[in-house]
C-alpha cells in the first residue's frame, strides 16, 4: 500500500466532508482491496469513495506530466525522510523547493536524498523551544532553497515540498476527463457498496497542477456512473458535481 497516496486520499475525503456537512460522524477508513479508496461508515450506511488527483494538463493526448513530476518529488522527500530518522536523532521541520524546469531522475533519487539530509544535518540551527532557523546557501542541485527549523518537542521530523505555483481553472472538459478515467471503478466495488462517490482532488504539489473551480461547473451536467460525484479544490472548497448515466 502506497502510504502517502493513501494519507492524501484520507485527508481529501476528510476535506470533503468537513466542507459540505456530509455523512455527519461517519467514521472514515482506508479500504485495502481498492476500490474503493476511502469508507465512510454513518447512519447512511457505507459509503465507498473512490479519489482520484486532478491535474491541469489530465486531458493531453501523451498524458500527464505534472503527475509523473509529482509522483519522482514525493519520492525525493519520502526517501530523504527515511534517511534523516537513520541519521540524525535531532527532529526538524524542513522546508525544499525545487523548480518546475528541474527535471529529477529516478535513478538520481538516493544521491540527492543524501544530499539533502546531509545539509540539514550541517546546516546547524540548536534545538529551541521557539524555533531555530537556517536557511541552507550551499544547496544541493536541483534544489532552488532549503530552509531547516530544529525545535524541541516534535515527536518526527517533518519535510514538506514547497513549489511556486501559478493557479489555474478546473473546466468542464477537464473534470469530465477525470470521470471518465475512474469509470470502469465503478463495477469493480464489492457487492456490498450500495452507495458509491467519486472524488476528483485538484492537487496543488506542483507548477501549473493548482487548480480552483471554474464557475461552469455549476451549471454542467457530467456523466458518470457514480451515484454522487464530487470535486474538490487545492484550497479545501468543494462543489457536488450534477450527474447523468452514461
Known amino acids: 500500500m502506497d502510504e502517502t497516496k493513501t494519507a492524501f486520499e484520507r485527508r481529501a475525503v476528510e476535506l470533503l466532508l468537513e466542507t459540505t456537512g456530509l455523512l455527519p460522524n ?8 481498492d476500490p474503493p479508496d476511502v469508507t465512510v461508515s454513518s ?17 493531453q493526448k501523451k498524458g500527464s506530466t505534472l503527475r509523473g513530476i509529482a509522483s519522482l518529488r514525493q519520492r525525493l ?39 539533502i539530509v546531509e545539509a540539514v544535518i550541517s546546516s546547524g540551527p540548536e534545538p529551541d523551544p521557539f524555533g531555530a532557523r537556517a536557511l ?14 530544529s525545535l524541541d518537542g516534535m515527536p518526527d521530523s517533518i519535510l514538506n515540498l514547497n ?15 477525470g470521470l471518465d478515467q475512474k469509470e470502469a471503478m465503478f ?37 458518470t456512473p457514480f451515484h454522487r460525484a464530487f470535486v474538490l479544490d ?7 458535481l450534477q450527474i447523468r448515466a452514461p
Open 136 to 149: 541552507v546557501t550551499d544547496l544541493p542541485e536541483p534544489l532552488a532553497y532549503l530552509s531547516v527549523t
Open 77 to 115: 522527500v519520502d526517501r530523504a525522510s527515511e534517511i534523516l530518522a537513520t541519521k540524525s536523532a535531532e527532529k526538524f521541520h524542513i522546508s525544499l523547493g525545487i523548480p518546475e524546469h528541474q527535471p529529477i531522475r529516478t535513478k538520481d533519487i538516493n544521491k540527492i536524498a543524501s544530499e
Open 163 to 177: 513549489n511556486t505555483f501559478w493557479v489555474g481553472s478546473a473546466t468542464p472538459r477537464l473534470v469530465q476527463y
Open 234 to 240: 487545492m484550497f479545501g472548497h468543494a462543489l457536488e
Open 26 to 33: 461517519g467514521a472514515i477508513s482506508t479500504f485495502s482491496n
Open 43 to 59: 447512519q447512511m450506511g457505507i459509503v465507498g469513495i473512490e479519489v482520484r488527483r486532478l491535474y491541469s494538463d489530465e486531458d
Open 187 to 223: 463495477s469493480a466495488f464489492p457487492p456490498e457498496f450500495s452507495k458509491r462517490w467519486i472524488l476528483l482532488a485538484c492537487d496543488g504539489s506542483v507548477q501549473s497542477s493548482s487548480l480552483t473551480l471554474s464557475p461552469e461547473l455549476k451549471t454542467e451536467t457530467f456523466r
